[in-house]
């Protein structure tokens, strides 16, 4: 899995746009490579993570325990439907090839604003529907989407500027929005 998977979570960290003091969160952390990867490039911040196994936190906490043992990292087996933070934890936050798993996506994603803080940013990547690939996996486990629906999801969140960039054949990311305090407030 860590092994297939490298492409992507760099490539969603590099959409991110990390800054040093910012505080991230990785939805489906897995191995914790990605985690300790992220931590590499916030120094001043700090990056938390939630997977729905038990047995990859155990995996993960053991691969980050240097970053945990200095209070970098902070790892919990979670649900991304209801997150275990307060509102506004983190600047930026990112999920690769979970979306998938998501029923219904509009609640993961309106958690996942709720965490952010305004003009916090997310980074999806994902195998959009109608690729080839997407055709070997279960269709009742997986559920593909096109990048339509992920724009359509991502508004109906409440999600701005939203932006597309094709990374491989088979792999989309999506860098989404929160808006800014300014904004919000305008349109409040």
Excluded at 94 to 104: A, E, K, S
Excluded at 152 to 160: E, K, N, P, S
Aim: charged fraction near 20%.
């Amino acid at each position: 899995m860590a092994v297939e998977t490298a492409a992507a979570n760099e490539a969603a960290l590099d959409f991110l746009h990390l800054r040093a003091s910012d505080r991230v969160l990785e939805i489906g952390f897995g191995h914790g490579r990605t985690i300790e990867r992220a931590a590499k490039r916030v120094l001043s911040g700090s990056v938390a993570g939630i997977d729905h196994s038990e047995a990859m936190l155990r995996a993960a906490r053991r691969r980050c325990s240097p970053l945990i043992a200095d209070g970098r990292v902070q790892l919990q087996c979670a649900d991304s439907a209801r997150l275990p933070f307060p509102n506004g934890s983190f600047e930026k936050a990112l999920g690769v090839h979970t979306l998938y798993f998501w029923q219904p996506p509009a609640a993961h994603l309106r958690e996942l604003r709720r965490v952010l803080v305004p003009g916090g940013r997310l980074v999806l990547a994902f195998r959009p529907a109608g690729t080839g690939g997407a055709a070997d996996f279960p269709p009742n486990v997986y559920t593909f989407h096109t990048a339509d629906d992920v724009h359509d999801l991502l508004m109906a969140a409440d999600f701005t500027a939203i932006e597309f960039v094709r990374h491989a054949p088979e792999l989309v990311l999506a860098a989404a929005h929160v808006p800014p305090l300014e904004s919000s407030q305008k349109t409040s």
